[in-house]
Every structure is written in structure tokens, then in C-alpha cells.
């Protein structure tokens, strides 16, 4: 899939005005070898454990995009480059963190997109806390399962339906 996240809130100024399409502030840092990626979202909420992250991408992927609301935390990280292995192999398009990522250069390696907000070395807990497929606010943006997420090197944008 080829697109532009410029030339999609250019096209679609209506639902961006109503809120069916929304841009993601200027937050994430860029990593993994695809620059961009899009797809419906997965989601999880949780906070400094990263076992439910494994149990997700062990499973098919199907071209989607999980969103991870990690509570912006900068003292752990919850992917690393064992995962991120995980989620190509098992087909995601991608992974937004609202948190850390560590393994910076092997995941660089991976035929993936990641979006965080920062590389930080310490590994987090695996007790496998969390919420999956729960609504999610990230930086003041709702994210439902299912909203379609488009990521390239200008941003992230979050969509009720699919945009191309």
C-alpha cells in the first residue's frame, strides 16, 4: 500500500474537521526497515510488563498495526528486537509504542515499522498485566481496535475506516 500521510489529511480535511481522522502529535521516534506502514489497529494497555506484547505478536498479524499504550513510560522498555522478529515473522505491518523500544539495531534489521518514544536499555517485567483490545488514548488521541493506522516518515495518523 502507497501513500502519503501529508497527502492524506490534504484529501480528507472533512474528517479531520469531524474527528473521524485524527493526526497523532509529533511524539514518536522512527525504527524498523519499513519507513512506512499501515493497517487496523490491535490494541493493549499496560504499564512497565511487556508479557502480554509476546502473546500478541506470537499470533498471525494479518497485515496489522499494534498499538501499544505503555503509559509513556520512559523507564522500561517493552519491545525488543526478539519481538520485533516475532511481529515480522508472524505478519504485522507494525508497531506503535507509547513507550520504550530497546534492541535499536536489531529491530532496524526487521522488515517492520516501529514507532516509539525512546530506545532505553532495561528490559520490563513479564507478568503479562494488561488490557487487549480496549480503547486506548495516546497523547490525547483515541484509538479503538480497528482504526486503521497510517504511519510514514511525516507522522502518524489514526482513522475511523480505511483511507485507501
Known sequence: MTFSTCDLCDANED???????????????????????????????????????????ETPGNGHVLV???????????VGGNLAVLAEK????????????R?????????????ALA???LRS????GGEQGVR????GIAIKPGDWIYADIDGVLVARQPLV
Do not use: Y
Not at 23 to 36: N, T
Not at 90 to 101: M, R
Open 125 to 128: 517485567v513479564k507478568k503479562g
Open 68 to 78: 501499544i499504550d505503555g503509559g509513556g513510560s520512559f523507564r522500561c522498555a517493552l
Open 90 to 101: 508472524n505478519g504485522w505491518a507494525g508497531i506503535v509504542v507509547h513507550g520504550c523500544i
Open 15 to 57: 474528517k479531520l474537521a469531524s474527528g473521524v481522522l485524527s493526526v497523532m502529535p509529533p511524539i514518536f521516534m522512527r525504527f524498523g526497515r519499513h519507513i512506512s506502514f499501515a493497517g487496523p489497529a490491535t490494541t493493549l494497555k499496560l504499564f512497565e510488563d511487556n508479557g502480554m506484547v509476546r502473546t500478541v505478536l
Open 103 to 115: 534492541d535499536v539495531d536489531e529491530i532496524n534489521t526487521c522488515n517492520i515499522g516501529v514507532r
Open 119 to 121: 530506545a532505553m536499555p
Open 136 to 139: 486506548i488514548a495516546i497523547a
